[in-house]
């Protein structure tokens, strides 16, 4: 073969090895994005006071794994719900306001939660209030690779559950700290749950950072929207504080309260 065929030769080879590595990293670069598309933090962002935030997933995509963050947001109504990792000694006084102003709630627990207040889990369950599963250990879910390590973390919880109040578990799930995998969504709905993200939240679950009313209050009130799920944590000392004017203010701006059991 004569120089100028050899050096034709070698350009074809560079060509296609040019085009075998722009589709290796093509396919990887589209697999890098499906997978940060797949895992992730539940984050929102509030463009527009008092309408209903943007979510880290799409409408349609909540609703492909029955999850959702919002009601109707063409009607004033809230639905309030809490997370507890841990009990903080507010609850009771949690439950004392909700009572008074005939609000009922839904309460995310976990394990050593219900172990070590079966009294008050029995009272959110007398008082009309929604217990929904936080999972056991309260882990990060989107960790979680298979379908019987999931199922163990939810279902240890209802066992847990059916023990201490008597009755099923309501199927209603909360991924911990909302973070979550579309594989974890999509076990929890073939497990039967509903998953309940929200639309409405605030730094409040550093006990030794606590906001002060008038920052919680800055947070809450503008920020309020048709539909909206609200995420406090009950261990929050400033929740406890501000519930009962928190609630006189959303009534006056016109807001109703119900249960996320209607959400969907």
């Not at 841990?86 to 009922?104: F, P, R, S, W």
């Not at 163990?152 to 209603?172: D, I, R, S």
């Not at 509903?194 to 939240?201: E, G, I, N, Y």
Request: proline share 4%; glycine share 6%; hydrophobic share 40%.
């Amino acid at each position: 073969m004569s120089c100028l065929g050899r050096l034709r030769w070698l350009m074809f080879l560079l060509f296609i090895a040019f085009v075998v590595l722009a589709i290796v990293l093509a396919i990887a670069g589209e697999r890098a994005q499906d997978e940060a598309i797949a895992t992730g933090s539940w984050g929102l962002s509030f463009p527009t006071p008092g309408q209903a935030p943007q979510s880290s997933l799409s409408d349609e995509k909540l609703r492909e794994y029955d999850a959702t963050c919002l009601g109707d947001t063409s009607e004033k109504v809230i639905y309030l719900t809490f997370d507890a990792g841990y009990e903080n000694g507010y609850t009771a006084q949690i439950l004392d306001v909700l009572q008074a102003h005939d609000v009922k709630a839904a309460f995310f627990l976990v394990g050593n939660y219900i172990e070590q207040n079966p009294e008050l889990v029995k009272r959110m369950v007398a008082e009309g209030h929604i217990v929904g599963n936080h999972t056991y250990h309260h882990p990060n879910m989107s960790k979680i690779a298979t379908v019987d390590a999931f199922r163990e973390e939810l279902e240890t919880l209802e066992a847990l559950y059916a023990e201490v109040v008597g009755q099923e578990m309501p199927k209603f799930y909360r991924p911990p700290q909302g973070v979550y995998s579309e594989e974890n969504l999509k076990m929890a709905k073939d497990l039967g749950y509903k998953t309940v993200f929200w639309s409405l939240a605030y730094v409040d679950w550093l006990n030794d950072d606590q906001p002060t009313s008038e920052e919680a209050f800055s947070k809450l009130i503008p920020r309020a929207h048709n539909g909206a799920v609200v995420l406090l944590h009950s261990t929050s000392k400033t929740n406890a504080a501000i519930l009962d004017e928190l609630l006189r203010r959303w009534k006056e701006l016109g807001y109703e309260f119900s249960t996320i059991d209607l959400l969907f």
